[in-house]
């Protein structure tokens, strides 16, 4: 009689009963061969011990994750800060070209009359940190500086070479640069006074007020006064316009033009703005009328050509502006808020000299050479 299978189980006709068939069964009843046994048992016994690994495996493993992961750490990490940087490059130029521009567009469009007596361009650099207040300057005890590291208005020359204005430091103000235009923002051309500064203030809020918890940056502004307010108070940039406080003024007013509006902000993180001024010498050769000297801080432009070079009207202009980058105006405000982030380095053997480190490192200059091509009236 054959065996009879149900479903995986053997019939067993002398019992009557159905089991499980051993390991070592045969369907026909006989048994399996001892060394067919033992095959079977290393076989399964070979499975299992390719389906474990070695603790020496796993190290090797584990060392070799955590080398790949190193590795794309660094990788990541470096293309993040080649990005900021780009980004922060980016910002800076873009900013600098826009005030560049502007300033541009206006000396382009100068007006100036050789009366003699009003001075239809002016540029000072100011020094005393008290004169800055009614210009809306906020003080500090460690801020830029107001000592001959930030005077070099004229730089020495280097190896026989002529000075450059990307060398150049316009004191404690930077250039503070007024003049009478007719750009596009005085109706094409009535005539109306600009200026260009720096101020250091919060970007939003009282200029000194305790509890103004905005930043405090060195900020570029440029304030234009209006036509008509332009026309009451005079052309002479250099006299009129002055501000007694340093509350910001309101925009398009007189006082503007000594103490700029919130809203005359034209570009963040500027600590210094340079202008060089020169005229052309009968052979068409460039001269420069202003700075004359280190000491030369002050220009009004009252004469034309037959006035020494302190009074006369440039004819071409070049201008510096120097930028921080993100890190170097995080850098700035930790030094002049003095909340012991960061201290001075013993390398350093005052602040004048470790602010200006760290603005030369933190900073691009930017320039422009601006021919003024404004009537002359």
């Given at each position: 009689?054959?065996?009879?299978?149900?479903?995986?189980?053997?019939w067993n006709p002398a019992s009557g009963r159905v089991h499980k068939m051993c390991?070592?069964?045969?369907?026909?009843?006989?048994?399996?061969?001892?060394?067919?046994?033992?095959?079977?048992?290393?076989?399964?016994?070979?499975?299992?011990?390719?389906?474990a690994f070695t603790l020496l495996e796993l190290l090797v493993a584990a060392t070799?994750?955590?080398?790949?992961?190193?590795?794309?750490?660094?990788?990541?990490?470096?293309?993040?800060?080649?990005?900021?940087?780009?980004?922060?490059?980016?910002?800076?130029?873009?900013?600098?070209?826009?005030?560049?521009?502007?300033?541009?567009?206006?000396?382009?469009?100068?007006?100036?009359?050789?009366?003699?007596?009003?001075?239809?361009?002016?540029?000072?650099?100011t020094n005393p940190s008290a004169t800055l207040l009614n210009h809306g300057w906020?003080?500090?005890?460690?801020?830029?500086?107001?000592?001959?590291?930030?005077?070099?208005?004229?730089?020495?020359?280097?190896?026989?070479?002529?000075?450059?204005?990307?060398?150049?430091?316009?004191?404690?103000?930077?250039?503070?640069?007024?003049?009478?235009?007719?750009?596009?923002?005085?109706?094409?051309?009535?005539?109306?006074?600009?200026?260009?500064?720096?101020?250091?203030?919060?970007?939003?809020?009282?200029?000194?007020?305790?509890?103004?918890?905005?930043?405090?940056?060195?900020?570029?502004?440029?304030?234009?006064?209006?036509?008509?307010?332009?026309?009451?108070?005079?052309?002479?940039?250099?006299?009129?316009?002055?501000?007694?406080?340093?509350?910001?003024?309101?925009?398009?007013?007189?006082?503007?033009?000594?103490?700029?509006?919130?809203?005359?902000?034209?570009?963040?993180?500027?600590?210094?703005?340079?202008?060089?001024?020169?005229?052309?010498?009968?052979?068409?050769?460039?001269?420069?009328?202003?700075?004359?000297?280190?000491?030369?801080?002050?220009?009004?432009?009252?004469?034309?050509?037959?006035?020494?070079?302190?009074?006369?009207?440039?004819?071409?202009?070049?201008?510096?502006?120097?930028?921080?980058?993100?890190?170097?105006?995080?850098?700035?405000?930790?030094?002049?808020?003095?909340?012991?982030?960061?201290?001075?380095?013993?390398?350093?053997?005052?602040?004048?000299?470790?602010?200006?480190?760290?603005?030369?490192?933190?900073?691009?200059?930017?320039?422009?050479?601006?021919?003024?091509?404004?009537?002359?009236?």
């Amino acid at each position: 009689m054959k065996t009879k299978w149900a479903f995986g189980k053997r019939w067993n006709p002398a019992s009557g009963r159905v089991h499980k068939m051993c390991a070592e069964e045969n369907p026909s009843g006989g048994r399996i061969s001892p060394e067919v046994t033992a095959s079977l048992r290393v076989g399964r016994d070979s499975v299992r011990a390719t389906r474990a690994f070695t603790l020496l495996e796993l190290l090797v493993a584990a060392t070799i994750t955590l080398l790949l992961a190193t590795l794309m750490l660094s990788i990541t990490t470096g293309t993040l800060t080649l990005w900021h940087r780009t980004q922060d490059n980016f910002s800076s130029a873009t900013q600098a070209r826009l005030a560049l521009d502007l300033l541009e567009r206006d000396l382009h469009a100068g007006v100036f009359r050789a009366d003699g007596v009003t001075a239809w361009l002016a540029i000072d650099v100011t020094n005393p940190s008290a004169t800055l207040l009614n210009h809306g300057w906020q003080s500090a005890l460690l801020m830029k500086p107001a000592t001959s590291e930030s005077q070099r208005v004229l730089p020495a020359a280097v190896n026989g070479l002529d000075p450059v204005i990307t060398n150049a430091r316009f004191g404690l103000s930077g250039a503070w640069l007024r003049f009478i235009t007719t750009q596009i923002d005085a109706n094409g051309s009535l005539p109306c006074a600009v200026s260009y500064q720096i101020i250091r203030r919060p970007v939003s809020g009282p200029n000194n007020s305790p509890s103004n918890p905005a930043q405090v940056r060195y900020t570029l502004f440029r304030s234009a006064v209006a036509t008509d307010t332009t026309f009451a108070t005079g052309y002479n940039v250099a006299a009129a316009y002055g501000s007694s406080t340093s509350a910001p003024s309101v925009a398009r007013s007189a006082s503007t033009l000594t103490n700029p509006a919130l809203s005359d902000a034209l570009a963040n993180n500027v600590v210094d703005f340079c202008v060089w001024l020169y005229v052309r010498d009968n052979s068409g050769t460039l001269r420069r009328i202003f700075p004359a000297d280190n000491s030369d801080l002050t220009h009004a432009a009252r004469d034309g050509g037959s006035a020494g070079d302190a009074n006369r009207y440039p004819e071409v202009a070049d201008v510096m502006v120097r930028l921080l980058t993100d890190e170097g105006a995080r850098l700035i405000e930790a030094m002049e808020q003095g909340r012991g982030a960061i201290t001075r380095p013993p390398e350093f053997s005052n602040d004048a000299e470790w602010w200006w480190a760290v603005v030369e490192t933190n900073s691009h200059a930017y320039t422009r050479r601006v021919e003024i091509k404004g009537p002359v009236r």
